[in-house]
């Protein structure tokens, strides 16, 4: 693909935007000043998002950004990759000057395609949990604009995956590092606000490290209508991408991929700062990864729970 996260990240910002197609993911929340990457929460507060999802894909990028199908098309066909997945994520605020994050999600994955010339059919299934990540917010300046440094670290609950084996990997097995500069503002007139953030990882083991980047936008036309536009990218810096070959196909989050993803969404407030929301995320480049479509409804809430320390 050849684009770096700078030029993807200034690009984003410099792209014109239809004016009703903005998004956000599960590591955003609306409230009525900007509330995206850039802001930490204030001393007391919780954020918590539940959310149910589901993925398909039959088409992946290879190594070299051209579509092909997942698994190796002279022995199989009709390739499908499906996940049914639930996530839970939560931000509190510890102090003005600490917010602490956290996400657990549980996945149902399976993938199959039909044998040819005397194969036979492939099927794999997994489920349980993946990995955790704990994270923090340290924010540099508060206000109409805000920026923020975001550490994060993902603890695998398993070991590496078979390096062959039909059954899809639920984690790399390997822990990952990662820390990113967010820089976002908020617009009053229109009620809404813009964000972006730009970052690397480490990866333990043989994964090689990434940047990563996003972009997001989003706006308040009517009382309880929320609408919402995020993009965002991964470049792994791994020298050759493999791609998939036989029954190895590329598994979304386990590493040396490159993609680019976008998102909108559409919300509706339930008063207060609660929302249900309905997301669409789609993989449009990229380079070993899946060309994949994914559908999600959330719950959020917004507020304060159990005191922090000093309240």
């Known amino acids: 693909m050849g684009l770096s996260p700078g030029s993807a990240l200034l690009g984003a910002v410099r792209a014109p935007l239809p004016p009703i197609i903005l998004a956000v993911t599960f590591l955003t929340v609306w409230s009525s000043d900007a509330r995206a990457g850039a802001w930490a929460r204030s001393r007391g507060e919780a954020y918590a998002k539940a959310s149910i999802s589901y993925l398909k894909a039959e088409e992946m ?3 070299s950004g051209e579509l092909r199908p997942p698994f190796d098309p002279a022995l199989y066909a009709r390739p499908r990759y499906v996940e049914r997945g639930s996530a839970l994520y939560v931000e509190y605020g510890l102090f003005d000057a600490l917010t602490l994050l956290g996400s657990l999600p549980l996945k149902l994955v399976d993938q199959d395609a039909e044998g040819l010339s005397g194969a036979g059919d492939l099927h794999g299934e997994a489920f349980g949990l993946g990995d955790p990540h704990l994270g923090a917010r340290l924010p540099l300046h508060r206000g109409r ?8 670290l993902k603890i695998p609950l398993r070991g590496a995956p078979e390096t ?9 097995g390997f822990t990952d590092f990662g ?18 953030s730009i970052g690397y990882r480490i990866r333990a083991g043989r994964t090689a490290e990434e940047e990563y980047w996003d972009f997001e936008v989003g706006f308040e036309p009517a009382r309880v209508l929320r609408v919402r536009f995020r993009y965002d990218g991964v470049h792994s810096e ?3 991408f493999g791609g998939a070959a036989g029954a190895d196909a590329p598994v979304p989050g386990v590493g040396e991929q490159d993609f680019h993803r976008i998102a909108p969404t559409l919300a509706v407030s339930l008063g207060g700062n609660n929302e249900v929301s309905v997301t ?10 899946l060309r994949s479509s994914e559908w999600e409804v959330g719950f959020s809430f917004l507020g304060r729970v159990v005191p922090a320390p000093g309240l």
């Open 280 to 289: 669409w995320r789609g993989v449009v480049d990229g380079r070993s990864t």
């Open 145 to 152: 604009w805000a920026a923020a440094i975001e550490p994060d």
């Open 61 to 63: 990028f290879d190594d």
């Open 179 to 196: 820390a990113s500069f967010c820089l976002g503002a908020s617009m009053p007139r229109v009620r809404g606000y813009g964000q972006g």
């Open 238 to 240: 791994r020298e050759r």
């Open 164 to 172: 062959a084996s039909s059954e899809p990997a639920l984690s790399t």
